[in-house]
């Protein structure tokens, strides 16, 4: 298996403009998990889905982010508009889950967005 | 507040040394787990503990759980300039299947 795909890798652009984070997660994982990183807040969880049904999304900062999934081989992160404080890392994570015994999570090389 | 709180958030050693990070938590947990992030990189699964275990052996990695004073450690021993990287216990609290990520120590290993 080729592991969580992320893309882009590297994303810039600029305030207000719409952006796009894509993922697809690990064949067979029942669970997707969406987090932000940045030096000053850490890891922050974002949203979560299993079996495709976003679970929890307390942790999407605003309406300007949303997220989808609408198959399981494939979800997205979406922020419109873009502002210069949602410059960060972007990490894409999937999960067997717990009824499988294991809760590990397997996560996506990231997307370092920029918007100037 | 997090979950998870590392200590100490940055720890700088020579190769050979053994390196130890800790982990506090604030509620009862099902596992814990290490994980390890390289610069400009996903983070990478190293170790789960359960609730029931007291110490588990990876490699050069061994892990300690306390569940009585809601903590864990991380040591890893002979260490070697690729071990430099960010280390993070995540807890699993039964709250759905999240894991919450505390913030973190930062280990350079000088060759």
């Known amino acids: 298996d080729a592991g969580v795909i992320q893309s882009p890798r590297h994303e810039v652009t600029e305030m207000g403009q719409e952006v796009t984070l894509r993922c697809k997660p690990i064949s067979g994982h029942d669970y997707l998990f969406w987090y932000r990183q940045t030096m000053m807040r850490g890891l922050e969880l974002l949203i979560y889905f299993n079996n495709n049904v976003p679970i929890d999304d307390s942790g999407m900062p605003e309406d300007r982010f949303s997220a989808k999934m609408p198959n399981a081989s494939f979800s997205t992160l979406k922020i419109q508009p873009s502002e210069p404080r949602d410059s960060a890392v972007y990490f894409c994570?999937?999960?067997?889950?717990?009824?499988?015994?294991?809760?590990?999570?397997?996560f996506g090389p990231g997307t370092r967005l920029t918007v100037l | 507040s997090q979950q998870g709180e590392e200590d100490p958030q940055a720890l700088s050693i020579q190769e050979g040394e053994n390196a130890t990070m800790n982990c506090s938590y604030k509620t009862s947990i099902n596992n814990l787990q290490w994980y390890r992030q390289n610069s400009g990189r996903g983070l990478v699964h190293l170790i789960l503990i359960r609730s029931n275990e007291r110490e588990k052996h990876s490699g050069r990695l061994r892990v300690t759980l306390d569940t009585s004073k809601k903590s864990s450690s991380l040591l890893i021993t002979a260490s070697r300039a690729a071990d430099t990287a960010s280390y993070f216990c995540?807890?699993?609290?039964?709250?759905?299947?999240?894991?919450?990520f505390g913030g973190g120590t930062r280990l350079m290993v000088k060759p």
């Open positions: 995540a807890t699993d609290t039964n709250a759905g299947n999240m894991l919450t």
């Open positions: 994570a999937s999960s067997p889950g717990a009824l499988a015994g294991l809760n590990t999570q397997y």
